[in-house]
């Protein structure tokens, strides 16, 4: 075996270009980054080049089909937290309006306008805390309102929720500590996504992995589970909005 170029390197492969890294891997993994559609590809020690640019020869359309959908996602600009800009809320959206007159210290929905508070408005950051600690009231009492009949259906309690900004995550769970923890985001997604998560992460706590079980026991709690589970999977936290 002649010795190969120091990982990673670059393989033309006709038009793609990717990007090879040597690694204890057990099989080839291609991947298209979702920030600019950048190919890499892992793979193990002792596996060609020419076996290298067959596997990626025959992905093309995959690639292909990939970078696609990546033109074709909508754009999430940065908002600024001004006077007429969108906010959603519950999978509707919310318009933020002029702001209030008087001493008040928090956000407040008029209808469809959420209005922010005179003073401590003067960044886009002091706006989009405020936003934020409105948004967290919101889904604190919805999972008030909504834990307890989640905790019965699924027969499990947590010891603790916490709700969190996160990433790329909807919910997580620390089974040995029975913490559950609910993103921030969900408050922008319909209601039956929240049901769903509180009952996914619940019963994590009676079965950790992703296994037939687990999906029997959310089944059980929540039959009509799989349009919540639909939705998001189709969404993720919009960054403009969160970060
Ligand atoms: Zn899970």
Do not use: N
């Amino acid at each position: 075996m002649k010795p190969r170029a120091r990982s990673p390197y670059t393989l033309a492969v006709g038009e793609l270009a990717v990007t090879v890294e040597r690694k204890r891997v057990k099989y080839l993994r291609l991947r298209v980054s979702s920030a600019d559609g950048a190919l890499r590809l892992s793979a193990p020690p002792r596996v060609s080049d020419a076996e290298l640019r067959a596997f990626v020869a025959s992905r093309q359309d995959w690639v292909r089909r990939h970078r696609e959908r990546l033109a074709a996602r909508p754009t999430t600009p940065r908002r600024d937290f001004e006077a007429g800009e969108a906010v959603p809320l519950w999978g509707e959206t919310l318009f933020l309006g002029d702001r209030a007159a008087g001493r008040a210290r928090t956000c407040r929905r008029e209808g469809d306008t959420l209005l922010l508070p005179a003073d401590a408005t003067a960044t886009r950051e002091s706006r989009q805390r405020l936003v934020h600690q409105w948004y967290r009231r919101m889904l604190e009492a919805r999972i008030a309102e909504r834990l307890p009949r989640a905790e019965r259906a699924v027969h499990a309690r947590a010891a603790r929720i916490e709700v969190r900004r996160m990433r790329s995550r909807w919910g997580s769970c620390t089974v040995q500590t029975r913490r559950i923890r609910i993103g921030l985001a969900l408050v922008a997604q319909p209601r039956i996504c929240l049901d769903y998560v509180l009952i996914h992460e619940l019963a994590h706590l009676r079965e950790s992995g992703h296994t037939p079980r687990f999906w029997a026991i959310v089944e059980r709690a929540m039959p009509g589970w799989r349009d919540a589970h639909a939705v998001l999977r189709g969404a993720a936290p919009d960054p403009g909005l969160w970060h």
